[in-house]
């Protein structure tokens, strides 16, 4: 399915949905009723990953790299404020090329998120670091808090939107090893310092992984969760498509988390493909036609997901990562080498309306009170299910620290319809960020699992999980046979599964619908 063009219609079938209380849920009749999305943002911003400050070559003609930007329509650029370039030595500050850059974009009328790092090897403690240059090691924090006050009081004027490293929850960005510890420390002092400047600032967490929230939780429990305005994820899947990497779901882990220490809006400062080979595609599988078309579903498949700022990574290619609008070619100031995926960025930002049409749908009813249908628990029976006031309602148990789940299986498995691409699910959650998912059988008879999101905060949500024969392929759990998911597939189980393995304790979780998107020939 493609959510620009509505090249596809969708045919919607329900797979659970109860409209009365008390009775078992089985296969039944048609019923028409719609299946509801969150609320969406009311706009979808457009931005890019620009680069201008650190890469290109030429302060004099850093107007040319702007007006390329100003001229893809997009909205917001990200700029890296690298230290080493501004305060080489303790003594030493040369703000050059950072003005050049800066200026020629806020000419163009372009907002800047600006972010803060990473460290000069100057003020870290690594004996390997040369001293004048970029390093991605843990900075000496009231040295980066004097950098960090310098940065925004020269540019309070036209930045406000400051992002507080980049992606400290990674190796690569935060050396020895990640520190959530040290990261929040630096967080609160950075954000204090800011706000003193500019009370009107806007502080924006160094972009994580949205798919593993473990140092989410400890910036929360570390004390920094209100040091910061916007959460900013990473989301990236390839080299699957943006529906195949469901990257609709992505932001969900963060909103669950979200909803134990107080809701932020959700900026995605980072998403692309590369075209061709890369260091997280080393086949190359995706070439520069695939990368344009996989960027408007992107960022319409964050934005349905509940994100409302997205950027691009990035504007233009390095020689070994193809992410870029522009091809490298003769060096970082040749721009004459435009890509596919520069097009389609252009026809997204000069789209009067960014929403999704609405695709024409049928909605099945396969689930209906007058007749049972038999729900076995054949896995760690620690949880129970009833119809309660028209919802399918799953109280769970979780009663250890280790891997706890609740399977509700059918007896017998549900048949999905031919062409099959996607199961969507709408359900109230409970705020646990625990893992949904479905188990699957194939025609041998075996079980192959996939993930249809977090459960996340108290609100109807719904989310979509692509099934194809690669995502089902890599779920194998169980069954003789060849560990592939031979055609036709059948709706086996609902799984609650906790999302790590320290948590124990009674969750409920309201499941309104389930359904098959079925691509319509």
């Known amino acids: 399915m493609t959510y620009l063009t509505g090249l596809y219609r969708l045919v919607i079938l329900a797979l659970a949905v109860s409209l009365a209380t008390g009775d078992a849920l089985v296969p039944g009749h048609q019923i028409t009723r719609p299946i509801a999305v969150r609320t969406l943002p009311a706009t979808l911003a457009i931005g890019i990953n620009s ?3 650190t890469r290109y070559p030429d302060a004099a003609t850093m107007p040319i790299p702007a007006t390329i ?24 500050w040369d703000w050059a090329f950072t003005d050049a850059a800066l200026s020629a974009l806020h000419r163009q009328r372009l907002q800047i998120l600006a972010v803060l790092g990473p460290a000069v090897g100057w003020a ?6 040369h001293p004048n240059l970029i390093s991605f090691a843990a900075p000496d924090e009231a040295a980066f808090v004097r950098y960090a ?40 002092a950075t954000a204090q310092t800011i706000r003193t400047i500019d009370p009107t600032a806007t502080i924006v967490l160094g972009g994580i992984n949205p798919f593993d929230t473990g140092f989410l939780h400890a910036i929360a429990a570390y004390g920094g969760w209100n040091a910061f305005d916007v959460i900013a994820i ?46 997280r595609d080393a086949l190359g599988l995706v070439d520069a036609l695939q990368q344009a078309d996989h960027l408007p579903r992107a960022y319409h498949a964050l934005w349905q997901g509940g994100v409302s700022h997205v950027f691009w990574y990035a504007l233009k290619d390095d020689p070994h990562n193809t992410y870029g609008l522009f091809t490298y070619g003769n060096g970082r100031a040749d721009f004459r080498g435009t890509k596919p995926a520069a097009a389609a960025l252009r026809a997204l930002a000069s789209s009067k309306r960014r929403s999704v ?20 628990r054949p896995a760690q029976p620690n949880g129970s299910v009833q119809a309660v006031r028209g919802a399918f309602h799953i109280v ?31 359900l109230f959650g409970d705020g646990s960020g625990h893992y949904l998912r479905f188990w699957l059988r194939d025609a041998e008879g075996e079980l192959f699992t996939i993930t249809a999101g977090m459960i996340g905060p108290p609100e109807w949500q719904t989310l979509v999980v692509p099934v194809g024969y690669h995502s089902l392929r890599s779920g194998y759990l ?44």
Do not use: C
Not at 82 to 92: A, K, M
Not at 150 to 169: G, L, S, T
Not at 357 to 376: I, M
């Open 51 to 53: 680069h201008l400050a």
């Open 69 to 92: 930007i100003a001229d893809l329509g997009v909205e917001w650029v990200r700029e890296d404020i690298h230290w080493h370039r501004i305060q080489p030595n303790p003594e030493t």
């Open 124 to 129: 870290t403690a690594d004996p390997t670091d």
């Open 149 to 188: 006050a310098a940065v925004v009081q020269r540019y309070k004027h036209i930045v406000k939107h400051w992002q507080i490293w980049n992606e400290p929850d990674q190796a690569l960005f935060w050396r020895p090893a990640p520190n959530p510890q040290q990261y929040t420390r630096l967080l609160l």
């Open 234 to 279: 990473h989301p990236y899947v390839d080299p699957l498509d943006p529906e195949e990497g469901n990257l609709i779901a992505a932001a969900d882990r963060v909103r669950a988390v979200a909803a134990r220490y107080g809701q932020k809006p959700i900026w995605a400062t980072e998403v692309g493909w590369a075209s061709g080979k890369s260091d």
């Open 357 to 376: 049409p609405e695709p024409s749908r049928v909605t099945v009813q396969l689930f209906e009170r007058h007749t049972r249908q038999t729900w076995q």
């Open 396 to 426: 769970y148990r979780f009663t250890t620290r280790d891997n706890d789940y609740v399977a509700f299986e059918l007896q017998d498995p549900i048949l999905l319809p031919n062409h099959t691409t996607a199961l969507t699910v709408r």
């Open 478 to 521: 169980a069954g003789e046979g060849n560990r592939r998911p031979d055609y036709p597939w059948y709706f086996a189980a609902i799984v609650i599964d906790d999302e790590y393995d320290m948590w124990s304790g009674i969750g409920e979780v309201q499941i309104d619908s389930v359904a098959a998107l079925v691509e319509q020939e």
